[in-house]
């Protein structure tokens, strides 16, 4: 499933491994705390072994950001995180003071857990906003984690941190680098307030590969902005948004800066976030159908500003869940996003062309309602001139989005 | 039902007449073209009598702006238009050259039956985007329309121009103003892509006040910013929306710039256009209750933009369709719209105090669930700091939303 959509193209060097497996130097797993329903796993942790550990982190920019983002940015040193400690069931956002209290709770008690020092363990939460996180209770859970720590354990990890997804969104792989063979997994999890810059999501990343943390850095800030800054389910974006990468190291495979090592840890990398964040698109809430916008022109401030508007309409998410070839919709929202002046727009459908220069074409309509009706639509718009491609995932707006939203406090 | 929302606070001036009525100078009426379904009337005309008439306009601003907005814009004389014509069921918009050519014939078309220069009468359309007008069938069932034409057209003008509505939005009224009384009426449509600045809609407005073009054109800006800039229900730019006010001077009662009469008509005119914008709302397509966010803060840049993101929010809606009382989805919406740093954001739902500070406070569950259970809902937000104030009033996201938006080409 993780390369199932045609939008994902994985470099030759990349294979797949058990998706349970971690990159040598891990270790992963969960309890249940009873955040979300009696007995299911919500609490998990992560741990790398390896002495020369090193870390890079990515985290959305709201005003309203919740206590564990705000405890990691002001209290972690997030180039040497050793551990992170995850729950879902509840955001730990809009909490105050008393927030960043349970949040200190839970790192102290994974601290203790693991034999580590608060500030090398990353928190992260995810669920209901506005509700006070019962921290004590995470932090008396955590005492017996140490137990169901495991080398496979990425599996139970990544179902610790779900909560409306439907998809598992865990994988394992080997690289081959030209210097050697080296690991890399990936657990994630998101599917509702999800938005470019960045998705609703916490994105975990392992490797064994040996690198800077300068360079981690760059790594994960570059794969992030190609793959979940490129995704919408409903354009809303969260307050808990958090990717994590961390070395360990442990194949002795070194990544140089500037190296064809790197070059080719890049592309996987890259691919797998890519992958999980077209996973997300697909468990949208509710989602029946996904498409790609790719907005082509002048400058790329217009071609991203019309991407999204496309992307976030909630009319054009209609028409793709109804398989209704309504193009007019998408021609709408790229209006509303450049007034002021005429578009010369062309819109095509799948490689049919629908609108050019403003104007509709006549088009064979059954060939439209086919093209429409794919699992995957692409949608492609030009504005004139040439240069900047912006590219948004999305997933349509259905009545299970209404009924997960309307009839649950998620 | 005009009045029947608690925002809505007519002044005393005002007094309902029959819906129907025009005022004096005005005559109305509508015939059948075929562009809806057959036999339904589809376009309507509206025609001022008076010499002296003056009129003013508003359009929306996109890149995408329909044939008719731009032939109004570049050949129309707005201070002086004596007619209108609109129709339902096609937008001709996205239409090219072709479709600047239908508008023209449909212009002529209208002139021609009521003996008029093309440039005195503006056109309108609403409807689907990117199919072609058919203006010449248009233009010959316009020979039909004077027969039609009558004091007491305003119901089936309105009923011409309607699209997915199901709610009646025209109004007729006698304004007491210092001077003498007048009267004032409007006819509208709109239920779907609406959005601030302003709602996808036509509204044409009628006095037989006398006034001057200048201030006709300051009244309808002040009254349209107030009114139908400030309400959502999909977060939707149209590409047709119009707003035209038409003065047939036929009273006799002069509105002097700066006069008393200019401030009691100009309280009149906010509270039919708000009155009507709020119907907009609440026939929004799909929708089953409607919310009024109101923000309050340091600049009218800030609170418009938290306004505009919690009225948009398909999370916010949803969960104002369901009764939800889930306030996260509010908080997490206006930190979205204030990246950057942490908001010392307050709010409350129908006075319910639910976050001080940017943190959860203890609430009662029951109080907050009638509380979110009314027809309306007010949302309350301070962002701290004080002197703005932006309100933006809109729809919930309903399963009759998708329903609308993804089983037909609306």
Redesign the interface.
């Known amino acids: 499933l993780l390369f199932a959509s045609r939008w994902v193209n994985p470099p030759p060097s990349v294979s797949l491994a058990e998706a349970s497996a971690l990159p040598s130097g891990f270790v992963a797993g969960a309890v249940s705390a009873g955040v979300k329903q009696e007995g299911r796993l919500d609490v998990g942790v992560l741990q790398c072994l390896s002495p020369e550990v090193v870390s890079a982190a990515r985290f959305c ?5 919740a206590a564990p983002v ?1 405890l990691c940015q002001t209290e972690c040193d997030l180039s040497r995180v050793r551990a992170v400690v995850a729950n879902s069931g509840n ?1 730990n ?7 960043m209290v349970q949040a200190r709770l839970v790192q102290t008690g994974a601290a203790n857990a693991l034999g580590l020092e608060p500030r090398e363990v990353a928190v992260a939460s995810t669920g ?5 996180l019962p921290g004590e209770r995470i932090a008396g859970s955590l005492s017996g984690v140490a137990p169901t720590l495991d080398p496979h354990g990425a599996a139970s990890f990544a179902s610790a941190i779900r909560t409306t997804d439907r998809l598992e969104k865990h994988a394992s792989m080997t690289v081959a680098l030209p210097s050697g063979d080296i690991s890399l997994a990936a657990q994630c999890k998101g599917a ?2 999800i ?1 470019p810059r960045f998705a609703t999501m916490l994105c975990f990343v392992e490797t064994d590969a040996r690198l800077e943390a300068a360079l981690a850095d760059r790594l994960l800030g570059t794969a992030v902005a190609r793959s979940f800054d490129l995704v919408s389910v ?6 808990n948004d958090t990717a994590l990468l961390l070395g360990s190291g442990a194949s002795g495979v070194e990544i140089a800066p500037g190296s064809d090592d790197e070059t080719a840890f890049a592309a996987a990398l890259e691919a797998l976030l890519l992958a999980l964040a077209i996973l997300v698109v697909k468990d949208g809430e509710g989602a029946r159908r996904i498409a790609q916008v790719a907005v082509s022109g002048a400058n790329v401030d217009e071609t991203e500003r019309v991407a999204r508007h496309v992307a976030n ?3 054009v998410k ?2 793709l ?2 398989g ?1 070839p ?4 998408i ?13 010369a ?1 062309d819109i095509a459908i799948e490689g049919l062309a ?2 050019a ?4 074409l006549d088009v064979d309509r059954a060939s439209l309602e086919r093209a429409v009706a794919r699992d995957e639509v692409e949608y492609s718009l030009a504005l004139g001139g040439e240069g900047a491609l912006s590219r948004v995932y999305f997933s349509d ?3 299970d ?10």
């Open positions: 920019d709201s005003g309203v950001i705000v955001a956002a809009a909490t105050g003071e008393r927030g209901v906003i506005g509700v006070q509702g307030m938005s409903d354009g809303q974006l969260s307050t309409s909630p009319l209609a028409a869940f109804g209704d309504n193009w007019g919709r021609a709408q929202a790229a209006g509303a996003a450049l007034p002021g002046r005429p578009l727009l629908v609108c220069d403003g104007a509709a707006l259905s009545y989005y209404v009924k997960i939203n309307a009839e649950y406090t998620t």
